[in-house]
């Protein structure tokens, strides 16, 4: 890519000025689903109504779940005339006075486009609340899902983790990046937690959004990890990010003690990067496998070697956030798929790194002409109305969002196990529009 991606980014700017169905997704939305990751969170959105409803429904038709989700009505009077405090303040002693059985342990606010370009201070904002309080700048205008949910990882960590120099050899701390579903942190906790480890996912969505309705869920979030686990991160001995994006999360971390051991892994997808992740962390705790993960591992090895055939004559167009473009793109290449294009919301460092005929930020109008040469598209469900009346493209639906399928909180594509699923899924897809058409 290189200089091809700077010629386009130039090109883009210059000659296509509006996004014709879009891939991406803005900052505050990513800021919202982290907050949901934390335990009785109440995730507040500094915005007008309409902003946060969207927000609230992108995430409903998604995952089929309730979504706590709050906003402080910034009207066009307040708009102009409030500096952010008032309509802050008002809307969180309105949202609590409302419903006295609910008990947030943190307010999570983020910005958006509104209340960026207006310059709300929404910092000292937390000196007149008592509940603990986490802001994070996320202007819509800029980046995109993928970086709001990283930044606001990485303001929870500077704002709430308490400096140590004490290490507990045992403790890790997982950072995954946005496009993971509850059921692949969850997944990935476990075979952590199987070599020993004490586990803590940040944002932690494992038993939040995942399909087990409890009481008082779409209130608060329902995440995993509490803000005195937040508190208590700096004693971890080990950092785990997957991503690219989360990078700044794990520096954030290790500001706090510089003694914590960082592991970075771009993806959790395919043969040769588990097999990267098993090592360190045998390494690390000197104990083998359990003998489930070995099992996993051959059965993912004969997967390959079943859909070879099928996968090995094909050509992919991969679309969506670019931590989870090189997971798919190196694991489809490993059982010698050709990926002709990848086509990504934002750029990032990580595209680089792809192998791919042409890697691009862009939209599903630039991804179209590729769409039609491909023997199988993956991208989210905004690609089903062009692809739908294709008889020889199949389409497999990931990212966000997914309005065609249910159980999408449930899908994993991570680990031997969930690769393995993967790989026959896609073999699926493409037997059907090969043979059948």
Known sequence: MGGGMMEYELSRKEHKPLQVNPIKHSQPMGAALAYMGIKNCLPLMHASQGCASYTKVFYTRHFNEPIPMYNTSVSDITAVLDGGDYSILLSIENITKKNKSM?????GLHTTGLTETKGD???????????????????????????????????????????????????????PHVSMQPAEIEKIKECCEGFGFETYALPDLSISLDGCLSEGQGKLGTGAISIDDIRDLG???????????????????LVKNPKIKNLHFNHRMGLEAN????????????????????????????????????????????????????????????VGGTIDAV????????????????VFVGDLEDAKPYFEKADLVISNFHAERLLHSSKHTALILRGFPNYEELGNQLKSDQLYEGSTGFIFEVANALRHVKHEH
Not at 153 to 173: D, F, G, M
Not at 343 to 358: C, D, F, Q, R, S
Request: charge should be negative.
């Open 235 to 253: 004693t971890s001995a080990t950092v785990i990010t997957i991503g690219e994006s989360m990078k700044i999360a794990s520096k954030a971390l």
């Open 103 to 107: 008990k947030p342990e943190l307010i």
């Open 343 to 358: 086509i990504a919301t934002n750029y990032t460092p990580v595209l680089e790194e792809i192998k791919a005929g042409t």
């Open 275 to 334: 097999d990267n992740f098993v090592a360190e962390l045998m390494k690390i705790r000197q104990i083998e496998p359990r003998p489930l993960l070995k099992r996993w591992r051959g059965r993912l090895q004969d997967a390959m070697l079943d859909a070879h055939f099928l996968i090995g004559s094909s050509h992919f167009v991969v679309t969506g956030e670019p931590d989870m473009c090189i997971g798919i793109c190196e694991l489809l290449q490993s």
């Open 121 to 175: 201070d929404v910092r000292s904002v937390g000196m007149h609340i008592e509940i603990p309080y986490c802001y994070v700048n996320t202007p819509d205008y800029e980046g995109g899902m993928q970086s709001g949910w990283a930044l606001t990882v990485k303001a929870l960590i500077e704002q709430h983790t308490t400096e140590s120099t004490e290490l507990k050899s045992n403790k890790l701390v997982l950072l």
